[in-house]
């Protein structure tokens, strides 16, 4: 009988991953653009050696390497860690993320050097690749609006968004859930979770008093 990930992975599959991980060093990292070294036992857990968390927070979501944040977008207003999507393994090449069911990256603000080295492994991995250059990572509307034209098109199956800053990550999916029909408190509680500043929210909170006034 094979034991089924959440994204449909099965057992078979994630053992061949887990072997995978037996070669003790990458270079040019995915997360950390630089070289990890890291092993078959590496599971990230709390300082007293209790698992990490399985819910969305900023350190389920905090990717290994030098710094990034990441969420797994299985479908409109649908999010779990990047950590519970790889059962608790700081994977950092992509290949190995595309093993575990992910088949588009989404990176947002990155440097444009950056996007360039992500979209090549990307596609490399024969996966998808989308930027949105999301400046003082808060979004605009239309950097809104292109956002859930990706996670809505099945097509895309399960996207990984990656944020080098936890507010470029945390207002998108607050402005994300609004945009769905979620209530702004709701909306803002879930984007604090992954690193919502309190300017973000004073944005968010005008622009829906802005659309209620249009509506």
């Not at 399960?158 to 999916?173: E, K």
């Amino acid at each position: 009988m094979l034991l089924k990930h959440p994204f449909g992975v099965s057992f078979a599959v994630l053992s061949t991953c887990v072997m995978a991980l037996l070669t003790p060093v990458y270079a040019c990292g995915w997360w950390g653009d630089g070289e990890m070294t890291r092993h078959s036992q590496e599971i990230l857990s709390s300082p007293n050696g209790n698992p990490v968390s399985t819910r969305l927070n900023l350190q389920t979501a905090k990717l290994p390497g030098r710094k990034g944040y990441g969420i797994a977008v299985i479908g409109p207003g649908q999010a779990v860690p990047y950590l519970q999507a790889t059962y608790g393994r700081p994977l950092n090449r992509i290949s190995e993320l595309k093993t575990f069911g992910f088949n588009t990256v989404i990176d947002l603000g990155p440097s444009q050097e950056t996007a360039r080295k992500h979209e090549a492994e990307t596609r490399t991995a024969g996966m998808l690749y989308f930027t949105i250059q999301v400046n003082g990572n808060t979004p605009t509307s239309e950097q809104v609006t292109e956002f859930n034209q990706i996670v809505s098109n099945t097509k895309n199956g399960s996207v990984l968004v990656y944020a080098p800053q936890a507010a470029s990550l945390g207002a998108m999916w607050a402005f994300h859930r609004f945009s769905l029909g979620g209530p702004i408190a709701f909306s803002i509680s879930q984007g604090r979770l992954l690193g919502l500043t309190s300017k973000q929210e004073a944005e968010l909170y005008m622009r829906a008093s802005a659309k209620k006034k249009m509506d």
